[in-house]
């Protein structure tokens, strides 16, 4: 099992000193994995629809601004040594992919083999249209491109490539990275991104427990068997995608009493927390990514030595990869306070619970993806 945290791009804590002290302190407690979101501009006119959101509304915070994530990586490259760094996600029409390429092949170079591009095809029409990026209707078949394009930078020499969205050659692609292939982990839970997970991906990489996305243990379990589908029809083996969870977590503190039913997953006591991790890794979730909820530093940082003292040792046994059918289905329901999801819940709990999901969504401070 591996655990890691998502980092603010933007906000109060996305400063120099407070990123490196949350980084720092990752990577000296073992954890396996920093990511870092991405946007490079927000149009101040829009009318998308932001997936992570009950209301569909896109955080209104935006004058403080995103930092580029590929830049942020570097930094904290710089100020850790074991802990992974990836994207969650990079918008991969946003960018030109051979230059994105040489980028995270050289990070991943001097940083020693560290790096996980976490991608993903975007939601935001207007900020493709401020990039001049491939056409917002497109953006699925030209990330497509983009990944068997970055995998050729990373893996031929001489590259030669004559695509749809791009053409090249022949030319040197160099340096190559460190660990010979970047893992690619494609977010996203729609048909389209599970077809993409399942053919040419190393991971899945969804965010859950964000209304409306629940991905509660049931849903994940279900999509992650059409993930396999997919890579069986593609030739390749279901067991080689990593499936990954990103949700925000909350510890209670020290003697706080179990939170009942009416309860958010991931937010309650150890405990609780560990009867959470349990019932996603009975359905084959092997590396978690956990999102602060607050903006105060001392308490993120006592946030992640709790969890590395007081629920992590418990719950590093991996559970069966990728378990489906019947036994999935008894260890979700055996999992305390956790309903399988949306589409099967069932009673007053199961609404309960998403009743709190959509109450925590609009305490906390937004995500992104």
Same mark, same amino acid.
Request: aromatic share 8%; hydrophobic share 40%.
């Given at each position: 099992?591996?655990?890691?945290?998502?980092?603010?791009?933007?906000?109060?804590?996305?400063?120099?000193?407070?990123?490196? #002290?949350? /980084?720092?302190? &990752?990577?000296? @407690?073992?954890?396996?994995?920093?990511?870092? +979101?991405?946007?490079?501009?927000?149009?101040?006119?829009?009318?998308?629809?932001?997936?992570?959101?009950?209301?569909?509304?896109?955080?209104?915070?935006? #004058?403080?601004?995103? @930092?580029? =994530?590929?830049?942020?990586?570097?930094? @904290?490259?710089?100020? +850790?040594?074991?802990?992974?760094?990836?994207?969650?996600?990079?918008?991969?029409?946003?960018?030109?992919?051979?230059?994105?390429?040489?980028?995270?092949? *050289?990070?991943?170079?001097?940083?020693?083999?560290?790096?996980?591009?976490?991608?993903?095809?975007?939601?935001?029409?207007?900020?493709?249209?401020?990039?001049?990026?491939?056409?917002?209707?497109?953006?699925?078949? /030209? $990330?497509?491109?983009?990944?068997?394009?970055?995998?050729?930078?990373?893996?031929?020499?001489?590259?030669?490539?004559?695509?749809?969205?791009?053409?090249?050659?022949?030319?040197?692609?160099?340096?190559?990275?460190?660990?010979?292939?970047? =893992?690619?982990?494609?977010?996203?839970? +729609?048909?389209? /991104?599970?077809?993409? *997970?399942?053919?040419?991906?190393?991971?899945?990489?969804?965010?859950?427990?964000? &209304?409306?996305?629940?991905?509660?243990?049931?849903?994940?379990?279900? #999509?992650? &068997?059409?993930?396999?589908?997919?890579?069986?029809?593609?030739?390749?083996?279901? #067991?080689?995608?990593?499936?990954?969870?990103?949700?925000?977590?909350?510890?209670?503190?020290?003697?706080?009493?179990?939170?009942?039913?009416?309860?958010?997953?991931?937010?309650?006591?150890?405990?609780?927390?560990?009867?959470?991790?349990?019932?996603?890794?009975?359905?084959?979730? *092997?590396?978690?990514?956990?999102?602060? *909820?607050?903006?105060?530093?001392?308490?993120?940082? +006592?946030?992640?030595?709790?969890?590395?003292?007081?629920?992590?040792?418990?719950?590093?046994?991996?559970?069966?990869?990728?378990?489906?059918?019947?036994?999935?289905?008894?260890?979700?329901?055996?999992? $305390?306070?956790?309903?399988?999801?949306?589409?099967?819940?069932?009673?007053?709990?199961?609404?309960?619970?998403?009743?709190?999901?959509?109450?925590?969504?609009?305490?906390?401070?937004?995500?992104?993806?």
């Amino acid at each position: 099992m591996h655990f890691g945290f998502s980092l603010p791009g933007r906000g109060p804590l996305a400063r120099p000193d407070s990123l490196v #002290k949350l /980084a720092r302190k &990752a990577d000296s @407690l073992g954890y396996a994995s920093l990511f870092v +979101t991405d946007h490079v501009v927000i149009p101040l006119r829009n009318e998308s629809s932001y997936p992570y959101s009950p209301t569909g509304k896109f955080a209104d915070d935006w #004058k403080e601004g995103y @930092l580029e =994530p590929l830049a942020l990586m570097s930094y @904290l490259a710089g100020a +850790t040594s074991t802990v992974r760094l990836g994207t969650s996600v990079l918008i991969l029409p946003y960018r030109n992919p051979v230059v994105v390429a040489k980028m995270l092949a *050289t990070l991943d170079v001097m940083s020693g083999g560290r790096v996980i591009l976490g991608a993903g095809v975007g939601w935001f029409k207007e900020e493709f249209e401020a990039l001049q990026a491939p056409p917002f209707a497109e953006r699925g078949r /030209a $990330s497509d491109e983009y990944i068997g394009l970055m995998r050729a930078c990373w893996t031929r020499e001489p590259l030669e490539w004559n695509g749809t969205y791009y053409r090249l050659g022949p030319v040197s692609a160099m340096p190559k990275p460190l660990q010979g292939r970047i =893992p690619i982990w494609t977010g996203g839970h +729609t048909g389209a /991104a599970l077809r993409r *997970t399942g053919e040419l991906a190393d991971g899945w990489h969804p965010i859950g427990l964000r &209304a409306p996305a629940a991905l509660y243990p049931e849903e994940y379990a279900e #999509k992650a &068997a059409v993930i396999a589908d997919w890579a069986r029809k593609a030739g390749r083996d279901p #067991k080689e995608i990593t499936l990954t969870f990103r949700a925000p977590l909350e510890l209670h503190p020290r003697g706080a009493k179990a939170s009942g039913g009416d309860r958010v997953p991931f937010r309650g006591t150890p405990a609780e927390v560990i009867a959470d991790i349990r019932s996603y890794q009975a359905v084959g979730v *092997t590396h978690f990514i956990f999102d602060f *909820t607050s903006t105060d530093l001392r308490a993120l940082l +006592t946030l992640m030595e709790r969890f590395a003292s007081d629920v992590r040792p418990m719950v590093m046994r991996a559970g069966p990869r990728h378990a489906r059918g019947s036994a999935a289905r008894r260890a979700v329901k055996r999992a $305390s306070g956790v309903r399988a999801g949306p589409r099967r819940a069932r009673g007053a709990r199961g609404s309960a619970t998403r009743r709190a999901v959509k109450r925590a969504e609009n305490r906390a401070p937004r995500g992104d993806r």
